[in-house]
C-alpha cells in the first residue's frame, strides 16, 4: 500500500518568513495530493490539491509542487502570518481511492 | 448544504462498554471513509464505505471494531469492549465519488475517552 513520509515534523518561523513542508510517497499509481490544514481540535480542512498531470499550482499565498519522478511533493506557504499556525497534513492517493496521510507538520508562526 | 455530521462529539466510556460513533455524510455524497486520530499524531485510514458494502477495511483491527453504512441512515463505527488505547479522534469522511478522487470532506470528529 501507499506510504507517505513528511518533514520535518515541526517548522517554527517568523511572521512574513515563507515554511515549507515536504512529502514523499511510495505508490507510483497515486495520482491526488491534497494538503490538509488542522487547528487544535478542530477538522481538517482541505487548502489546496494537486493532479498527477500538473507540477505546480498556486493559490493566492500557497503554492504546491510535484516530481512524479522523484515521488515527492512540497507545501509553500509565502508571508507567513500568525493565523497560519496549524498542523499541515500531505496525503497521497492512488487506485485504492482512499486517502493515506503523512505524519504532519505542526507550523508554528511567531510575531 | 449541511457538511459532514458526526456524533457524538465527545464520548466517554469505561473499559469493556461500547461505543458507538455515528456519521452522516454530506448531501449527495455516497462514499464514507473513517480516520483515526491519536493524540499528537496524524490521521490512520480504518475503513472505507458505500452504501450497504464495505469497500476495504484494511485498516480497521480484525477485532472489537466493526463498521457499516446502511441503506438508511447514518454510517456507525462500532467499538466493542473498549480499552484505554481506543482513546483518540475518530474522523469522518465523505466524497461524492470514488471514480473522480478528489477532496474528502471531515467532520468535527468524535472524541473518545475510555477511563
Known amino acids: 500500500g501507499e506510504n507517505v513520509e513528511q518533514h520535518p515534523s515541526t517548522l517554527s518561523v517568523q511572521e512574513g518568513d515563507s515554511a515549507v513542508i515536504k512529502c514523499t510517497y511510495s505508490?507510483?499509481?497515486?495520482?491526488?495530493f491534497p494538503w490538509y490544514k488542522q487547528e487544535l481540535g478542530k477538522r481538517p480542512q482541505l487548502i489546496i490539491d494537486?493532479?498527477?498531470?500538473?507540477g505546480e499550482k498556486k493559490d493566492q499565498r500557497i503554492a504546491v509542487t510535484l516530481n512524479k519522478t522523484a515521488k515527492h511533493f512540497s507545501l509553500h506557504i509565502t508571508e507567513t502570518q500568525p493565523e497560519d499556525s496549524a498542523v499541515y497534513f500531505c496525503?497521497?492517493?492512488?487506485?485504492?481511492?482512499?486517502?493515506?496521510f503523512g505524519t504532519g507538520t505542526r507550523l508554528q508562526v511567531t510575531l | 448544504n449541511a457538511g459532514v455530521m458526526q456524533n457524538p462529539r465527545h464520548l466517554v466510556r469505561r473499559r469493556g462498554q461500547e461505543a458507538r460513533l455515528r456519521c452522516s455524510p454530506m448531501?449527495?455524497?455516497?462514499?464514507v471513509y473513517w480516520y483515526r486520530q491519536l493524540p499528537e499524531e496524524g490521521l490512520k485510514f480504518m475503513v472505507y464505505?458505500?452504501?450497504?458494502?464495505?469497500?476495504?477495511e484494511s485498516g480497521m483491527p480484525k477485532e472489537r471494531f466493526s463498521a457499516e453504512f446502511p441503506k438508511e441512515g447514518p454510517s456507525i463505527l462500532r467499538i466493542q469492549q473498549v480499552v484505554r488505547g481506543d482513546s483518540a479522534a475518530y474522523f469522518c469522511?465523505?466524497?461524492?465519488?470514488?471514480?473522480?478522487?478528489?477532496?474528502?470532506?471531515f467532520g468535527e470528529g468524535s472524541r473518545l475517552t475510555v477511563l
Open positions: 496525503a497521497a492517493t492512488g487506485t485504492a481511492s482512499k486517502l493515506t
Open positions: 464505505l458505500q452504501k450497504e458494502n464495505i469497500i476495504d
Open positions: 469522511a465523505s466524497s461524492p465519488s470514488a471514480r473522480d478522487t478528489g477532496e474528502l470532506f
Open positions: 448531501k449527495g455524497h455516497s462514499h
Open positions: 494537486i493532479r498527477s498531470n500538473v
Open positions: 505508490d507510483s499509481a497515486s495520482n491526488y
